[in-house]
């Protein structure tokens, strides 16, 4: 492969609702996509999905913008790769910032596989012609205008609800859920806002026989979460605490977890993407796609990771219309009854529409093979 330019489109875009989780509330995504241009203009498209303040994990969008201008951007403009794979070797000496590095590798494979003329999900090695997909709501002021949100989702045909838990509006939200709706797909997300002092609240969730409940603990326990796996019958499924190969193989070895949510940009990008994919599947943990209130780049990314055989359960990838009044691809995403069908257009399968970009984009930057790596060590 031969790219010659990398530019960071920054946008902000503002969400239809405002989605809150146990860290809080949030109206605006700051979004970063990457494009990787090769020597005849072809272009690859990655999107960065670090949050906007360290509240998820340590990385957060202004941070992973100063590590892809600094390093990882120029490490791929100025060495020889000649697979996608490859860029997870150059940026294993630099830590961490696994978000700046999957919105720089993400662009790579997506021009990758447009070299090929092959599909994303193909150059991943991914077989499925289509994916499942669920949606995760965020907290409601009331749990009245939760089950309105609920019924509108399951009504649209998504195969799985997921919804945001919190000490204070656990137990009796998901029972008035289940009141409601009976028997259908739920599981819950805690973004880490227990300990194990709350076992007494997290076995009374056992009742409702939810699907998994996701990242009780804080990322760093999977000692805790294998401790509360053994004491209570829901799935413990760990989203946070996913950062690496090391901590996947980790939490599978202790028993942290029944299931695993992937999120390409937290595990450093496709490559560590796939395999962990394989070690889930050698181990028999099944595996589904986690969304980070992606545009429509990155939306495509997690479409095509899915076609892998071991994401088995669905993933939070819905339509791009659930959170954008105009998404920056075109054709959007559309989930039908919870299906969405892969693209068989080269790389991600859509365009990226820059006319439709336009509205939220703030500044472009853009960095060549003439900008040097800034580093104080050196070899
Ligand atoms: O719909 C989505 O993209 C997933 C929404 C979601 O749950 C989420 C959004 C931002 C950060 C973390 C999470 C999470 O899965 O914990
Ligand atoms: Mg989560």
């Not at 330019?5 to 990457?34: A, C, W």
């Not at 990655?46 to 949050?51: D, I, M, P, R, T």
């Not at 201008?69 to 020889?80: D, G, R």
């Not at 790579?108 to 447009?114: M, Q, S």
Request: glycine content about 8%.
């Amino acid at each position: 492969m031969n790219i010659k330019e990398i530019k960071l489109h920054q946008l902000v875009m503002k969400m239809r609702n405002p989605f809150t989780t146990s860290f809080g509330t949030q109206q605006d995504r700051y979004v970063t996509i990457i494009e990787a241009v090769n020597e005849d203009g072809l272009s690859g498209f990655g999107e960065c999905v670090a949050g906007e303040d360290p509240l998820y994990s340590e990385e957060f969008m202004d941070s992973a913008l100063i590590a892809m201008k600094k390093y990882f951007a120029p490490l791929v403009l100025h060495n020889e790769i000649s697979h996608p794979d490859d860029v997870w070797e150059l940026f294993k000496p630099f830590k961490k910032n696994n978000m700046a590095k999957a919105g720089i590798e993400g662009a790579v494979w997506d021009l990758y596989a447009k070299e090929n003329n092959i599909t994303l999900s193909e150059a991943v090695g991914g077989k499925k012609p289509d994916v499942e997909v669920g949606i995760s709501l965020g907290l409601e002021d009331t749990d009245e205008a939760l089950l309105e949100r609920v019924k509108e989702k399951v009504d649209e045909g998504y195969k799985r609800i997921k919804v945001k838990i919190k000490p204070g509006r656990d137990v009796e939200m998901v029972r008035k859920i289940r009141d409601a709706f009976g028997d259908i797909p739920l599981m819950v997300d805690a973004n880490s806002a227990y300990t194990l002092d709350d076992i007494e609240t997290l076995k009374a969730l056992d009742e409702f026989d939810l699907m998994m409940i996701e990242q009780p603990l804080a990322a760093g326990d999977l000692i805790d979460h294998a401790k509360l796996q053994k004491e209570i019958k829901t799935p413990v499924c760990l989203d946070e605490s996913i950062d690496s190969y090391e901590s996947a193989l980790g939490a599978i070895e202790l028993g942290s977890c029944k299931i695993i949510n992937v999120k390409v940009g937290r595990v450093g990008g496709i490559t560590q993407s796939k395999k962990i994919h394989d070690l889930a599947l050698e181990h028999n943990i099944p595996l589904w796609c986690g969304g980070m209130l992606e545009a429509g780049v990155g939306r495509l990314h997690n479409i095509a990771i899915t076609t892998l055989s071991n994401f088995t359960l669905p993933g939070d990838t819905a339509s791009s219309s659930r959170y954008w009044f105009t998404d920056i691809i075109s054709p959007e995403v559309i989930a039908e009854d919870g299906v969405v069908n892969v693209s068989t257009a080269p790389g991600i399968g859509a365009d990226v529409d820059f006319g439709k970009m336009e509205q939220y984009l703030k500044t472009t930057e853009v960095i060549t093979k003439g900008d040097q790596i800034d580093m104080v060590f050196y070899n």
